[in-house]
């Protein structure tokens, strides 16, 4: 049957690759920040990025 003409219901915008090495795989993506190095600089600068969001609301 073709893909296209299923009835009601809607077309697959996409086909997903089950394979794990597919571009194409979904998969859990992980934040950023994981990656980043904690050093005493950027633990402060976070400190004071809070700091600046919860004075302004």
């Known amino acids: 049957m073709n893909k296209r003409t299923r009835g009601n219901r809607p ?3 996409f086909q997903f690759n089950q394979r ?3 571009p194409l ?3 859990a993506i992980k934040p ?3 990656n980043i190095e904690r ?3 950027y633990l402060s600068f976070m ?3 809070e700091d600046f969001h919860k004075s302004h609301g």
């Open 11 to 13: 077309i697959e915008a």
């Open 20 to 22: 794990d090495n597919s």
């Open 25 to 27: 795989a979904p998969r």
């Open 32 to 34: 950023i920040e994981d």
């Open 39 to 41: 050093t005493p600089e």
């Open 47 to 49: 400190k004071s990025l």
